[in-house]
């Protein structure tokens, strides 16, 4: 990054275009690009002439958004894909083969907890499964085979921070990757790399987006990595379509506002729900109650707009809280403008036995709020008239 963040977020890897000097870029909405005469073809395909072939092999608009995410990070390259989730994918794929095992935390998005409890197993890499807030615990787990560790911090739901700085350290001893995922701080709040991390991944449909309205995912590392990591991704076929990529290019230009508000509005509810009489835990990592408030002032620049908490009334109360609420819209997802509420216990983690949610972390009055970029005053009187209601 040449310029601070606030500055590359809107101008980085981006120059008016040549033909007509339009500021934004073109959107590219093609499968195929021709070529002059079929020498040119062939170059192109042999790799001995740069440019355009097929919109899965590459495109203007999904390279340029991975590019500038991968500027943010600090990481020569990048890669656009369908959903976070095809980046969760093409980031395991690329670091691991069978015979090999990877080792990933134990709480993380429930996409890539199923991912890598029920489908990477049967490729033949062994999956180990750790609490890497204890890093003896996380030393012990990276066995010689081990090419990859995933971590994602803070993590979905429960907002655990991991070390970063101190999980890079065992897993280089160890000759393995680490691999974190970003998508809760967005590069403007965290830069794994300046840590330690040798890949960053994000669901690009969260804050990188901010608007609620694309799925995506951009995976960020190294020259090598990217390039097996690229090879996968044409063969897989799980590319971002150009308009995705351009709305996300679109966003990305107020990451950096964005993420102000959603950090001081999070912060200004988490304060006076910790207040609240039917309240009984507040996990925010910028509270000085949270266990792991120092970790998170080390690595993070402020503390995000996701803010989990604990109802006295447990399940019920949680249930109930979701049909009072007005403007808090009950979806899941989160990184949007507008704020988003949801009870895992009821929602999305409703199909989990009790056993399987106690290991995820997930209490049965758990609620998870997206803070948005409203008028906080609004989001709080909103929480206020359904507290009220419920009894
Ligand atoms: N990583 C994290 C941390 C996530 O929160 C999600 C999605 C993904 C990866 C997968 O990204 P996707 O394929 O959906 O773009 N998180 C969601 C959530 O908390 N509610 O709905 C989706």
Not at 132 to 161: F, G
């Amino acid at each position: 990054m040449s310029f601070r963040i606030e500055t590359e977020v809107v101008h980085g890897g981006q120059h008016p275009e040549k033909l007509t000097g339009a500021l934004t870029p073109p959107i590219y909405q093609t499968s195929t690009f021709a070529f002059e005469n079929v020498e040119q073809g062939a170059a192109r395909f042999s790799g001995n002439e740069a440019g355009y072939m097929y919109t899965r092999l590459g495109n203007p608009n999904t390279d340029l958004l991975a590019k500038k995410v991968a500027g943010l990070e600090g990481f020569s390259g990048g890669i656009s894909t369908a959903s976070g989730m095809a980046a969760v994918a093409n980031t395991i794929l690329a670091a691991a083969k069978a015979g090999d095992s990877i080792v990933v935390e134990d709480t993380v998005y429930g996409g890539t907890h199923y991912l890598v409890e029920q489908d990477i197993p049967k490729l033949g890499i062994e999956v180990i499964r750790v609490d890497a807030v204890d890093l003896n615990a996380l030393e012990k787990a990276v066995k010689p085979n081990t090419t990859l560790v995933l971590i994602e911090t803070p993590a979905n739901p429960t907002l655990k921070i991991i070390d970063i700085e101190g999980c890079a350290e065992i897993v280089h001893k160890k000759g393995a990757l680490l691999a974190v995922d970003n998508t809760f701080s967005s590069p403007y709040l965290q830069r794994p790399r300046e840590l330690g991390a040798d890949i960053v991944f994000h669901s690009a449909t969260k804050y990188i987006s901010g608007h609620g309205d694309v799925l995506a995912g951009v995976l960020c590392g190294e020259k090598d990595f990217i390039r097996s990591a690229s090879t996968l991704a044409a063969h897989y076929g799980w590319t971002m379509s150009p308009f995705n990529a351009w709305l996300l290019l679109r966003g990305l230009k107020t990451l950096a506002v964005r993420m102000e508000r959603h950090c001081s509005n999070a912060m200004t509810v988490a304060r006076w729900l910790e207040r609240h009489p039917k309240v009984k835990t507040v996990f925010y990592p910028g509270l000085e109650s949270f266990p792991q408030h120092d970790l998170a002032k080390k690595q993070m620049k402020d503390f995000g707009g996701i803010v989990s908490f604990e109802m006295k009334g447990g399940f019920d109360a949680g249930k109930a809280l979701m049909d009072h609420v007005n403007l808090h819209i009950l979806a899941v997802s989160l990184g949007d403008c507008d704020t988003l509420i949801q009870h895992p216990a009821s929602m999305t983690h409703a199909g989990m036995g009790t056993e399987e949610m106690k290991e995820a972390h997930i209490t049965p009055g758990l609620v998870r709020i997206s803070v948005g970029i409203e008028h906080v005053e609004d989001l709080i009187g909103d929480l206020n008239q359904a507290l009220e209601k419920i009894h």
